[in-house]
């Protein structure tokens, strides 16, 4: 059973960056699966609805949620499954916490991001 793992939310001051990483485990069910399947990050903020930030297409093409572009960017590692979202200039809007899915066959756990002076 494939699954997925995101690491890298902590705290960190408006204006502040973080990478967040979600890697696939599970054995050969998870080489190449955000090759074959994409992947895409979601937050939820508390009283929210879950929402798409980013994500990259099976194609390799990328989208970004308005709220995010040019401040964050999606990514990739073919080699290690591992995927990745950039974030810069982060504000205090950004606190959520952030999931990474591949869509139609499993989400992570999610890491919780805080964004505060």
């Known amino acids: 059973q494939v699954q997925l793992a995101e690491s890298g939310g902590g705290l960190v001051q408006p204006g502040g960056s973080l990478r967040l990483s979600c890697a696939a485990s599970g054995g050969s069910r998870s080489d190449g699966i955000f090759r074959l399947y994409g992947i895409s990050w979601y937050r939820q903020s508390p009283g929210s609805q879950r929402e798409l930030v980013a994500r990259?297409?099976?194609?390799?093409?990328?989208e970004y949620a308005d709220f995010v572009k040019d401040r964050f960017t999606i990514s990739r590692d073919k080699t290690k499954n591992t995927a990745y979202l950039q974030m810069d200039n982060l504000n205090t809007e950004d606190t959520a916490v952030y999931y990474c899915?591949?869509?139609?066959?499993?989400w992570g756990q999610g890491t919780q991001v805080t964004v505060s002076s």
């Open positions: 990259i297409l099976s194609s390799g093409d990328t």
């Open positions: 899915r591949v869509p139609g066959i499993v």
